[in-house]
């Protein structure tokens, strides 16, 4: 019987004559614009300078903030009060005040504050921005004492980053969009084809046949299984040749992860289908549901930063561990034994949703 | 004769409304029933309840040999049924419909491939055999609707307003199907609005407000009138309906 | 005006029968607005972090209760040995490890060889940046403060520069700030472009929308009729958020309301003449919803500057951000409700979302007679 309703399923899918571009089309769009517009890196900072010491030192300062790449010079400010009108008119960024005496107060070795103001209203923003500026001050402090000829002690401080040593944004998004393009069309995809059958009318000719409803919506999971497995590809594929970004684990265990993943949320979509009665109806609650789940799967923002409440209701979240599972494997090389409460989650959660999705089909009412 | 329909008192209630109020009827192997009724006045809720598609409130009911009410599954494997909209797969050619539910119905693949070339020869489809169903006219996708829910040769066959929207000629050879059927022994279960239709049938039931009003032969019931023909029985019936026929 | 008023109360009864659309429509903003303005944050807390410390003296002692007691960090777990580290990353169970050289305290007496190692996970780039910058600030002033310590002869200048850093506008650099101008874009222009759009769309496919022309109403009435009712609901849902962003998240209104105000409802008006226009360009409610999540959502999400940096995108995608109204909008109400700025500072956003407004109207309301004249 099961090899009757697949082999339908995928007849209608192939003679759809959206979903099969779809599938191709939005993974390749998605991947070759998103990883550019979703950076959270921060660069070309726009910065306004008042120099208020117009000595060599401190065009020197100046000089070497422009030239770091993450700063990009507004203006010389002549106040803070110039400056801050900059910042109003959303044309600065952060402001950096050089005090008067800047250059004589360093070579009479007394300690000198060099005041930092950055529009904090995008937090992350002026959290970088500033931290960004700061260590571009310490270097040239460090770089002042070395020319000085001084026996200058460097700092005790080593710092390593692990995993991605460039810090490049890129490789943390990409595994990320894997997940979230994996998501969309295993959801969605099902949940609208069962709500079509359902307005057609389809569903009730189904219904009066003795076919056995859970095999009815094990032919509905299989088609998507299989695409979903398609989308993973082509997305791995496009990370590497145009992203250089391979995974460092094993590709068996991001398949088998995204294997069981898949079972979630088209589980998932079928449950919601089954109770919506037009496809308005599952396309709001589908939606609504995507946009929260997604937000709180760390998919841009750390769980962590989340208050207690909020990374509580995470852990119902099945998408935050297939986030979580992707990024290990993909950029640190975690093995499946270390990412096992991730595993059994993700299994139970596929057992509840296609439960669920079983016993909330009814063949009659 | 063989009773493949029989209910006690069978009843279906949405909240306060009565949609069926304990009718009682029976239906022998080899008819071919009439339920009639106007609109609102309950024939799809109880033929939907006769399929298993909806549970009885209260009451009770076998369609071939099973409890409606417990063993749905049971009679699903032994009924057809043809719903008052096109439901097939539009987006599948007219031989992969006959083999979807061909295959549902557990038939061998060698069984499904003889019948489907013999109905498409009966049918004079030969030549749309690769066409989508959606491309078919109204009046041809009934045909293959029909075929389908007799496809598996199953006991009784449910045809909820079969005809809806042709005109009289394609009706009459849609009915010409129907007889074939019950030659071969199939029992049918046919709801219409087409009075001339109600002529074709071995009895006729008339519902009206939710009860089985009168239940008898065509023309026994035309004698009880003193009518001409069916129309004048169902108008004289209907006009009694207190229910709000929208 | 009698018919006119009678369309929108019919236009009413649509929306409020269906129970499941209007509670949606109410209800997601506010949820919305409480998710982004608690929970979505890229502050740093509670970061798990582990020490490896094989020489367990006073100053290492000193540093690690330093870093743990700053409420960035919680440390977790004592390594014992340099293999521990790669498992304790891959885990995923601490996001940062520090590592003490053996004999630290006597070293950085007297070798000067003492280091600390931070190594953070750069899984998250800027996660990673920002806890190794902030406990290089915590090693720092240790050093500093025990410079005195070093017995090593020294008789050097020190150039000291301390960077005194001042948040503006949001000194404890809450999530929310960024976020709400964000969602009140996102919300706005959900419900006034998608709403209008799919009830327009949906009386075309029901075939009512003839019924309605063939009326001796002008045709500009039933589109004022069918776009009055969500005007309203989103000055519902513009006061809602307002509400929930003063008084549940704390956000302050520093700039003028009553502009803030007025250039809302000049976004509610592009929103809804984009509605309009998208509406005259499908025929199914599948569609118009569709391209209302493609063509709206995603870039509001993406190039609005609410999640992601504007200036980090390649230039192309800088100027395709110029395109979608919510750019504008978002960026006027962060500089009047956050930064409090005077009225002239967001003129730019005024004549921007009103040509885009007037734009759109003409377009659809002539594409719009277009048809009806065939």
Known sequence: MLKFLLEKEFKQIFRNPFIPKLILAMPIIIMMVLPWAANQEIKNLKISVID????????????????????????????F???????????????????????????????????????????????????????????????????????????????????NPHLNYKAFIIPAL???????????????????????????????????KGIFIISKLIPYWIIGFVILSICMGIAALVYGLKPAGSLAAIYIYAIIYILVVSGLGIVISNYSSTMQQAMFVMFFFMMTVILLSGLFTPISSMPQWAQTITTINPLKYLMEVMRAIYLKGSGMHELLPQLFALCGFALIFNGWAVLSYKKSK | MEKVIS?????????????????????EKGEIFGFLGANGAGKTTAMRMLCGLSRPTSGSGMVAGFDIASQQEDIKKNIGYMSQKFALYDDLKVWENLRLFGGIYGMKKKEIEDKTAQILQELGFEKERNTLAKLL???????????????????????????????????????????????????????????????????????????IEVLDTPKNLKAAFNAANMDDVFQQLARKATRINN | MKQFLSFVKKEFYHILRDRRTILILLVMPAIQIILFGFA???????????????????????????????????????????DDIEKAFHTGAVKLIIVFSEKFLNNFMHTGEATVQIIADATDPNQASTFVNYVSNIINAWEMENAALVTQSQNNVQFGIVPEIKMLHNPQMKGAYNFVP?????????????????????????????????????????????????????????????????????????????????????????????????STLVKTQVAAMLISVVVMMMPTMLLSGMIFPIESMPDILQWISAVPPNRWYIEGVAKLMIQGVEAKYVIKEFIILSFMAIVLLTVSLKKFNIRINR
């Open chain 1, 81 to 163: 009060h110039n400056a801050m009108q900059s910042v109003d008119a959303g044309k600065s960024d952060i402001i950096i005040e050089i005090p008067f005496d800047f250059e004589n107060s360093l070579f009479k070795s007394e300690i000198v504050s060099v005041m930092i103001s950055a529009n904090a209203v995008n937090g992350l923003k002026g959290g970088l921005g500033s931290a960004y500026l700061s260590s571009i001050i310490n270097d040239f402090a460090d770089e002042l004492s070395a020319e000085r000829g001084n026996h200058y002690q460097s700092s005790i401080i080593r710092s390593q980053f692990r995993f």
């Open chain 3, 40 to 82: 979505i944050s890229t502050e740093v807390k509670n970061t798990p972090i582990a020490v490896f410390d094989p020489s367990k003296d006073d100053a290492t002692r000193q540093i690690t209760e330093r870093i743990a007691a700053n409420d960035y960090f919680t440390l977790v777990s004592e390594l014992h040995s340099l």
């Open chain 2, 7 to 27: 209910t006690n008192k069978l009843t279906k209630k949405f909240g306060n409304f009565i949609a069926v109020d304990s009718i009682e009827f029976e239906v």
């Open chain 2, 137 to 211: 006219p109204l009046g041809w996708k009934q045909k293959l609707a029909f075929s389908v829910s007799i496809f598996h040769e199953p006991k009784i066959v449910f045809l909820d307003e079969p005809t809806g929207g042709v005109d009289p000629v394609t009706r009459r050879r849609f009915w010409e199907l129907i007889y074939r059927a019950v030659q071969r022994g199939i029992t049918v279960f046919v709801t219409t609005h087409y009075m001339d239709e109600a002529e074709y049938c071995n009895r006729v039931s008339i519902m009206v407000d939710g009860k």
């Open chain 1, 178 to 212: 894997f997940v979230m393009l994996l998501t969309l069309f295993t959801g969605f995809l099902p949940a609208f084809n069962i709500v079509a059958e359902k307005e057609s009318g389809t569903t009730e000719q189904m219904n009066v046949t003795p076919v056995n």
């Open chain 1, 52 to 79: 208020s010491d117009h000595s060599a030192l401190s065009k020197r300062l100046a000089n070497k903030i422009t030239a770091s790449g993450y700063f990009r010079l507004t203006d010389f400010s002549a106040s």
């Open chain 3, 182 to 278: 964000g969602v009140m874009g996102l919300v706005l222009l959900l419900i006034c472009a998608m709403m209008t759009s799919v009830s327009i769309v949906r009386e075309k496919e029901l075939g009512t929308m003839e019924i309605l022309l063939v009326s001796p109403v002008k045709p500009l009435y039933i589109i004022m009729a069918k776009i009055t009712p969500y005007f309203v609901l989103s000055i519902i849902n513009l006061t809602t958020i307002l509400l929930l962003s003063i008084f549940v998240i704390g956000l302050p209104v520093a700039g003028n309301l009553f502009i803030l105000i007025l250039l809302s409802l000049i976004f509610i008006l592009v929103g809804l003449s984009l509605g309009l226009f998208i």
